[in-house]
């Protein structure tokens, strides 16, 4: 079951600081929803697996540490497979990949941050059929 809208919560796992501190101010402050941030895809699973309720969208970098980006949207999507699954990249070529492996969206960096709330409007303020996929260009 989801969460109701104004209660959902979000994971952003970036191995850069700078991005993952954009996130919490762009997306916290212009959504009023709660984000927590990693910055390894091994912290964030743990956290997934342990309270898999403290997530109800995940934006994951493809490459991050430990765990990447697209090992973790699979284990989250075989597990959990209400989660909400994003996964950003600057490489083009992941994009098939990650849809094919069960992502949610796919966002482009560098991207604008209206991509970005385009995105987090379709799954967090307006939720979509579970079958609902889209591509930000760059």
């Known amino acids: 079951m989801q969460a109701p809208v104004s209660e959902a919560k979000i994971l952003i796992i970036d191995d850069d600081f700078f991005v993952r501190d954009f996130f919490v101010h762009t997306v916290e402050f212009g959504t009023n929803r709660h984000v927590t941030t990693f910055e390894s895809g091994f912290h964030a699973w743990q956290c997934i697996e342990k309270a898999p309720d403290n997530a109800d969208v995940v934006i994951a970098d493809a490459n991050i540490p430990d765990i990447s980006g697209m090992e973790l949207l699979e284990r989250v999507k075989k597990q959990f ?13 992941f994009e098939k990949t ?17 991509d970005l709330f385009a995105i987090i409007h379709r799954f967090i303020l307006a939720p979509p059929p579970p079958s609902a ?4 260009p760059f």
């Open 98 to 114: 990650a849809f094919q492996m069960g992502a949610d969206a796919f966002l482009s960096k560098p991207f604008d941050v209206n």
């Open 133 to 136: 996929h889209e591509t930000v």
């Open 81 to 93: 497979p209400r989660i909400v699954f994003i996964i950003m990249s600057s490489n083009p070529a």
